[in-house]
C-alpha cells in the first residue's frame, strides 16, 4: 500500500507514510475484507458509504498536516504538537464523517485533539468501536450532522471534510477554524469532485487551493 502511494502516485511525505505503516488499516474495515484492507481501492463500509482508498486518504492527510505555502514538514508528533515556529500550532482537528475511523486514526499522530463527527448511527459506533478498541485515546466520536461543526470544542486548526461537497462550504465551519486554520475537502458533482483546501487567512479572508479529482460519497446536508 506505502509502495503504491509513494511510487505509483508519487506522494512521498515521509511523516504521513510513516503514519500509515502504524495505523493497522485491516482493523478498521468490516470483517470479511481484511484481506483486501491494504489494496489500492475503496472499500464499502455499509448503510451506501465506503472507506476512501489509501492514496485518498493519504492525500487528504498530508494536505491537512502540511503549512501550505512553507518548507516545513512535521517530523514527528512530539515536535509537531510542541513547535512554535510556522503559523500553525496543530492542536485540535476536526473530521467530518467517521466512517471506519481510519482517517481519524492518521490524524490522530499529527494533533492533539481529534473530534469526528459521524451522521449515520451505526458508522458512528462502527468508528467509535473501531478506535477504542485499538486505544486512540485523542479522538473523541460524536454522532450526528457535522454541518454544523462543533461548537464546543472549536476553533480548529484543520478541519477535514471525507464526503462530497457539491459548491460552498457550510458557512459555520469556516467559523470554527483557527486564523491560520486550514479546512480541506472534495467539492464538486456526484461523480467528480476536486481536492479544495482553504487556508484562513490572518485578515478573516480565505484562500483556495485546487489539487486532483477524487469521487468522494455525498455530504449529507440540511441548508
Ligand atoms: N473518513 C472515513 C470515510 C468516510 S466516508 C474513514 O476513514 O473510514 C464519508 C462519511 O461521511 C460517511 O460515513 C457518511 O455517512 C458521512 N457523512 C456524510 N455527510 C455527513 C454529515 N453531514 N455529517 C457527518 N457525517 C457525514
Not at 451505526?122 to 461548537?151: C, H
Not at 478573516?204 to 486532483?212: A, T
Request: no cysteine; net charge positive; hydrophobic share 35%.
Amino acid at each position: 500500500m506505502i509502495k503504491t502511494i509513494r511510487d505509483e502516485y508519487g506522494l512521498v511525505s515521509p511523516q504521513v507514510l510513516g503514519v500509515m505503516l502504524k495505523v493497522p488499516r485491516h482493523e478498521f474495515v468490516p470483517k470479511g475484507f481484511q484481506k483486501v484492507a491494504y489494496e489500492d481501492k475503496p472499500i464499502e463500509i455499509g448503510f451506501g458509504q465506503t472507506m476512501s482508498q489509501p492514496y485518498t486518504v493519504a492525500m487528504m492527510t498530508h494536505l491537512a498536516t502540511e503549512i501550505p505555502n512553507t518548507k516545513y514538514q512535521f517530523s514527528n508528533r512530539l515536535q509537531n504538537t510542541n513547535r512554535t515556529s510556522g503559523k500553525i500550532k496543530r492542536r485540535k482537528v476536526l473530521e467530518i464523517g467517521t466512517g471506519s475511523g481510519y482517517q481519524a486514526a492518521l490524524l490522530s499522530y499529527f494533533f492533539d485533539e481529534v473530534y469526528t463527527i459521524e451522521i449515520i448511527p451505526q458508522l458512528s459506533e462502527f468508528g467509535r468501536n473501531n478506535l477504542f478498541r485499538l486505544g486512540y485515546k485523542n479522538v473523541f466520536v460524536r454522532e450526528g450532522s457535522g454541518e454544523y461543526g462543533w461548537k464546543e470544542k472549536s476553533p480548529f486548526d484543520a478541519i477535514i471534510i471525507t464526503a462530497a461537497l457539491e459548491k460552498d462550504l457550510p458557512p459555520v465551519l469556516k467559523t470554527q477554524l483557527v486564523k491560520g486554520g486550514i479546512l480541506v475537502a472534495p467539492i464538486g458533482p456526484r461523480y467528480s469532485q476536486v481536492m479544495t483546501r482553504f487556508a484562513r487567512l490572518k485578515n478573516g479572508k480565505f484562500k483556495k487551493e485546487e489539487f486532483q479529482k477524487f469521487v468522494f460519497v455525498p455530504f449529507v446536508r440540511n441548508e
